[in-house]
């Protein structure tokens, strides 16, 4: 109990800093949580926007270090700039609005316990020892594996299926983000309501790639092809079965209503 007091209390403390000097915010512990690589095309343009307004060159696959949303001291505040890359984007980036590098990123996911750094495009004395927990959206990634990926690494191509989300939130270094703490200085989401000048960058939705596209028609067209063996199915069941017809007819209303939406969003798609 004592010693586990005593580390509480000697936590080292994390200084995330700008290049240029102008911003910083101090974490109340340095030590990172979770390690996770990115291959979203968010974080490959807005690396791109920064490098455009004189910030680090964009890293192909960035990596993402987790800590506890608990920021004891900002410097420089009037030089932060707050960006989304648009309105309904999930994730709230710091940046300095002189040398743009990247301070923190906030994101919903984070139940307001997490704080996101990049260490390829900000300047900060944390511990990084922490073992890669997963690579992430790797469907928007386009270049080739390379010899140094860590093979044993979860890879989530999107977060598409339920099943995917959960897998993700099940990862070991994922699942303590949820526990509730009592910050000692100011969680990152309060911060950013504080500082109250979110800027948007108007970002488009995702260019997908070509294939990216091919494969969910692909998905698409299969989950049609079912529906529509269902209906037939549900038909044969209807013919034969008095006890079963009520049943079978509200799953067949469920299932045209589903054809119907996908015909609405893709167009009339032949199930042959
Ligand atoms: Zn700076
Ligand atoms: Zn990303």
Same mark, same amino acid.
């Given at each position: 109990m004592t010693q586990k007091r005593l580390g509480e209390n000697s936590k080292m403390r994390g200084k995330i800093q700008c290049f240029c000097g102008a911003c910083s915010i101090t974490l109340a512990d340095h030590e990172a949580k979770c390690y996770i690589r990115c291959g979203c095309s968010d974080c490959r343009r807005f690396a791109e926007y920064t490098h455009s307004k004189g910030g680090l060159p964009p890293v192909p696959l960035p990596r993402l270090f987790y800590f506890k949303s608990d920021i004891l001291t900002i410097k420089g505040k009037e030089s932060i700039k707050v960006l989304k890359v648009r309105a309904n984007g999930a994730s709230t980036? =710091?940046? /300095?609005?002189? /040398?743009?590098?990247?301070?923190?990123?906030?994101?919903?996911?984070?139940?307001?316990?997490?704080?996101?750094?990049? $260490? +390829?495009? /900000?300047?900060?004395?944390? +511990?990084?020892?922490?073992?890669? @927990?997963?690579?992430?959206?790797? *469907?928007?990634?386009?270049?080739?594996?390379?010899?140094?990926?860590? $093979?044993?690494? $979860?890879?989530?191509?999107?977060? !598409?299926? !339920?099943?995917?989300?959960?897998?993700?939130?099940?990862? $070991?270094d994922r699942i303590p983000w949820r526990d509730s703490f009592r910050p000692k200085g100011m969680r990152l989401n309060d911060l950013i309501k504080n500082l109250k000048k979110v800027e948007v960058l108007g970002f488009s939705e995702d260019r #997908? @790639? %070509?294939?990216?596209?091919?494969?969910?028609?692909? &998905?698409?067209?299969?989950?049609?092809?079912?529906?529509? &063996?269902?209906? %037939? =199915?549900? !038909?044969?069941?209807?013919?034969?079965?008095?006890? #079963?017809? *009520? #049943?079978?007819?509200?799953?067949? %209303?469920?299932?045209?209503?589903? =054809?119907?939406?996908?015909?609405?969003?893709?167009?009339i798609i032949k199930s042959s």
């Open positions: 980036r =710091l940046c /300095c609005n002189r /040398c743009y590098s990247v301070l923190a990123v906030d994101h919903p996911a984070h139940w307001g316990n997490v704080l996101m750094i990049m $260490p +390829d495009y /900000c300047r900060h004395n944390c +511990d990084l020892t922490r073992p890669l @927990s997963a690579y992430i959206h790797m *469907s928007e990634f386009d270049a080739e594996e390379d010899a140094e990926w860590e $093979p044993y690494a $979860p890879l989530f191509e999107s977060f !598409r299926f !339920r099943r995917q989300r959960m897998q993700y939130d099940l990862l $070991p #997908k @790639s %070509i294939s990216d596209l091919e494969e969910q028609i692909e &998905n698409l067209n299969r989950e049609i092809r079912s529906v529509n &063996n269902q209906m %037939i =199915l549900m !038909r044969e069941i209807v013919d034969k079965s008095e006890l #079963k017809k *009520s #049943k079978a007819q509200s799953e067949m %209303i469920s299932l045209s209503e589903k =054809l119907l939406y996908y015909e609405q969003k893709f167009g």
